[in-house]
């Protein structure tokens, strides 16, 4: 009766500029800002050809002011807009980290539930594009520390185009990060907008042995990882966080309850990282399931290296998955 | 050759499962060592040894259920063949080791590290010299361990390195860690290590493959099940055969608790004295003072018993009463005795009591005085030919040379055994008891 929904070979950036297109044709609120946005089509060409066709009322060039804009887009979300607020990278986030911290984060709360802040920021992260220790850093896990918003990893190209919708509709602020490195990767995905969810995790390749668990930019280097597992004849389960707060602990927990044995990758740093959060997270709710320590796989604590294989030997590599795996596993797999 | 039998665990046993060997035949023990657990229908019991020698062979397989005075294992006594044995092999210093080695004491208190640091070490932590308070063994008493003998049983459980689903799952199939054996390189046990164990196969480690995977402990719920029979058909008993007379008397303990209150601002919190050790003291003394009631109904006549051996009830907390005895208790100070009730109180809830702990009372004291009761009227644990209960500590009005006040007063009440005594031999044990909380410091 229905045919089945046409496939189209998608890259992760057209991917988002599609679900920027669909927002933008959808509902009138929806407005798009942030740095050179317009005219240069986005810093990472995302929003290559929005501005020709949604007029510059929609697609809006600011100026270098992160404080500025995403405190203009908390106020137009306020007012009743839908704002979609693209900050280059989360470096950058951090001259804005006094409006969404105080304001988009707090003033539900601080409204006694009067004013809701229906704000959604786009920002780039992570490293391996050479882009030095000013534009590479994974400062996601410290937004996941902040009540108040909801924080999401798209890693895959159908999460990148689905997950702006539902992100939109959510009432209160939700942070997309969005890792550069993933902006040239394509796939095959059902060409129309698939609804997906932004509250759970998602097991991304099954196993039994051993639960690998990352997020964004880190899923392929844990998914080869993996491939390379097998070969070892070791099962290792891989879980894509997506929501990285609130995190979904029910998946995580259920997946270690089956494997016994966990190790989380994780490209930012160790200390205080969301990494941290998981392990503790894991003992808390898994203690008596474990067969092993949790194992940890993060980037190096040290300023991202401009040197390209200073800062490859800086970040989570599949063979490092791997080693962490095997000695998770032991000889018990 | 002496024999090591199925010791009788209460007089309501009369026969008992052989868990577990703690030692080897060759291994050589010392009176008081643990080597053995038994499981009788109420509880699992660690069962010490009464000789020093050579464990000769071993008679009784785990899982065999044999009757009480049936041999266990055969000893070669006599202390030439432990000197023999240890002055070989086994460096001088563990020769000069004390053969009167202490038992493990109860729940021990030591930091994590310090558990480590005596597991890598292969000590007994319940032999070290404590300078702690309250007994707490420091990193820095460590030096002072006696060096670890072997086949002398040490604290076990504590020296095994396993993952949480490991104990997990060794605990669920009641199996012992340390006979499971690690099966990996990083000397830890691993679930697969279990699983292997309960599978009944040799673990990795050859050395460990011959140790025989040991039958599970008693459930829980079966447990409970056969303990409940057990008392049943002891009191079942002793209402049959016994024919009860009760006796009540309240005793005034404003003196009790006066000196009580007292003796408390001069002791380290962890020794701190409750008014039950005053009453146990008090009853002991009486025993010893009338002897008619404290001892044993055998064939058709009274055998009074020579020391006081006190039987104390411990209601479990899952159900059910284990009645572990305090030794010699006439003979021990006020605060001895009340170590002595705190720790079996403490490990019969843990199911960690020893075959000395259930050894015959002579007389047994119910005490539910923490329940609220105002009065006890116990039923008599064969072969013993009485019970005293006491109940709560209230404040009631007081009579005292013509005035009224208001004092602590505590019921304290007798059962005996009409065979064995007659009221007024009742009256006179109630009585002394009285007139010793008179006099607290001279308990």
Not at chain 2, 275 to 288: E, G, K, N, S, W
Not at chain 2, 400 to 408: A, I, K, N, T
Request: charged fraction near 20%.
């Amino acid at each position: 009766m229905t045919a089945a929904p046409a496939v189209a070979e998608l890259t992760y950036r057209e991917a988002v500029r599609a679900a920027l297109r669909d927002a933008l044709s959808q509902d009138d609120r929806v407005f798009l800002m942030g740095e050179d946005v317009g005219r240069y089509g986005g810093c990472f060409a995302v929003s290559m050809g929005l501005l020709e066709e949604f007029g510059p009322e929609r697609i809006r060039d600011t100026p270098l002011s992160e404080s500025g804009f995403v405190g203009a887009g908390i106020g137009a979300a306020l007012a009743g807009m839908r704002p979609i607020v693209e900050i280059m990278t989360v470096n950058f986030s951090l001259l804005a980290l006094d409006q969404i911290l105080n304001n988009a984060a707090t003033l539900l709360h601080m409204s006694g539930g009067q004013l809701n802040v229906p704000l959604v920021i786009r920002m780039t992260t992570g490293a391996g594009r050479q882009l030095a220790a000013q534009h590479s850093h994974s400062l996601e896990g410290w937004y996941a520390h902040i009540p108040g918003l909801r924080v999401l990893a798209p890693a895959t190209i159908a999460d990148a185009r689905g997950m702006l919708a539902p992100a939109l509709d959510d009432p209160d602020p939700v942070l997309i990060f969005e890792h550069g490195s993933l902006y040239n990767v394509s796939d095959s995905i059902p060409d129309g907008t698939e609804a997906v969810d932004i509250a759970s995790a998602a097991v991304r390749r099954p196993g039994t042995d051993v639960s690998i668990i990352t997020y964004g930019g880190t899923l392929r280097t844990v998914l080869r990882a993996a491939d390379e597992l097998e070969r070892q004849h070791v099962s290792a389960e891989v879980i894509d966080l997506r929501v990285l707060r609130p995190l979904d602990d029910a998946t995580l927990v259920d997946s270690v309850t089956r494997t016994h044995r966990a190790v989380i990758v994780d490209e930012g740093w160790r200390s205080g990282s969301l990494s941290a959060e998981i392990t503790a997270r894991l003992v808390e709710q898994a203690f008596y399931e474990l067969d092993a320590p949790i194992e940890r796989v993060c980037a190096a604590e040290v300023p991202m290296p401009y040197a390209r294989h200073l800062e490859q030997a800086a970040l989570p590599r599949a063979d490092s998955v791997v080693a962490a795996a095997l000695r998770a596993v032991g000889g018990h797999a | 050759m002496p024999e090591f039998r199925m010791p009788s665990l209460g007089a309501d046993m009369t026969a008992g499962t052989l868990l577990e060997w703690l030692v080897h035949e060759g291994d050589p023990v010392h009176r008081g060592d643990v080597v053995a657990v038994v499981d009788t229908d109420k509880a699992a019991i660690e069962v010490e040894c009464f000789e020093d020698g050579v464990v000769d062979r071993l008679l009784v397989q785990p899982g065999q259920k044999v009757p009480v005075g049936a041999a266990l294992a055969s000893i070669r006594a006599g202390e030439g063949a432990v000197a023999a044995l240890e002055t070989g092999p086994a460096p001088l210093e563990t020769a000069a080791a004390p053969l009167e080695a202490p038992a493990p004491a109860g729940p021990l208190v030591t930091s994590p590290l310090v558990r480590r640091l005596a597991a890598e070490r292969g000590l007994d932590l319940a032999a070290v010299p404590a300078t702690g308070t309250g007994g707490v063994v420091h990193r820095r008493d460590l030096p002072q361990a006696p060096a670890p003998r072997t086949g002398r049983v040490a604290h076990r459980r504590e020296s095994v390195r396993a993952s949480p689903l490991a104990r997990r799952l060794a605990a669920a199939g009641g199996l012992d860690l340390a006979e499971i054996g690690p099966g990996a390189k990083d000397g830890t046990v691993h679930a697969a290590d279990v699983r292997r164990a309960l599978a009944g196969h040799p673990t990795a480690e050859p050395t460990r493959a011959a140790a025989p995977t040991r039958p599970a402990r008693t459930a829980p719920a079966a447990r409970g099940e056969a303990m409940r029979r057990a008392i049943g058909e002891l009191m079942e008993r002793s209402n049959r055969e016994i024919p009860h007379y009760y006796l009540t008397q309240s005793v005034d303990l404003a003196a009790a608790m006066a000196w009580l209150h007292q003796r408390n601002r001069e002791l380290p919190v962890t020794q701190r004295l409750l008014p039950a050790a005053l009453l146990l003291a008090a009853t002991a003394q009486a025993a010893a003072q009338v002897p008619q009631l404290n001892g044993h109904w055998r064939d058709g006549g009274f055998a009074p018993s020579s020391t006081v051996e006190l039987g104390t009830v411990v209601s479990l907390r899952g159900g059910g009463i284990l009645v572990p005895v305090v030794h010699d208790v006439a003979n021990r100070s006020v605060v001895e005795l009340m170590a002595a009730a705190r720790d079996l109180a403490e490990r019969a809830r843990a199911g960690r009591l020893r075959s000395s702990d259930l050894r015959p009372a002579s007389l047994t004291v119910s005490n539910l005085g923490e329940q609220g009761v105002d009065s006890v009227l116990g039923v008599i644990h064969p072969p013993q030919v009485a019970m005293v209960g006491f109940g709560t500590v209230q404040e009631r009005p007081w009579a005292v040379d013509g005035l009224l006040g208001v004092r602590p007063v505590v019921v304290v009440s007798l059962a005996a055994d009409h065979r064995a005594s007659d009221g007024a031999v009742g009256a006179r044990l109630l009585h002394r008891i009285d007139r010793l909380l008179q006099r607290p410091e001279e308990l």
